[in-house]
Nanobody, 121 residues
């Protein structure tokens, strides 16, 4: 069984910073892309940032220059450093990973349980 567990959400004032962490565990053969999505009330879930197995990052236009995604391959973790935060960054943030489980021959998308991030004005 594969699990993604997030941590690091909370309440921050506009202009402040937060760092999200996500750890993958379980019966994992390999991890490909890892990333972060967010969903605000009434909105669809949207990609915030992702990083490939080769380390290439990709960002939503709304967070470029403010957020940085990184990975620790040995610990099977992905991080999201969020700086210069804005009230519109308020959402539930979800960790996502494309994982091949041991004994499987195909990738599947796994999701964390979500962590609330609230930015006050």
């Amino acid at each position: 069984q594969v699990q993604l567990v997030e941590s690091g959400g909370g309440l921050v004032q506009a202009g402040g910073s937060l760092r999200l962490s996500c750890a993958a565990s379980g019966n994992i053969a390999s991890i490909n892309n890892m990333g972060w999505y967010r969903q605000a009330p009434g909105n669809q879930r949207e990609l915030v940032a992702a990083v490939t197995s080769g380390g290439r990052p990709d960002y939503a236009d709304s967070v470029k220059g403010r957020f940085t995604i990184s990975r620790d391959y040995a610990k099977k973790m992905v991080f999201l450093q969020m700086n210069s935060m804005k009230p519109e960054d308020t959402a539930v943030y979800y960790c996502n990973a494309d994982i091949v489980a041991r004994g499987s021959y195909r990738r599947s998308a796994y999701w964390g349980q979500g962590t609330q991030v609230t930015v006050s004005s």
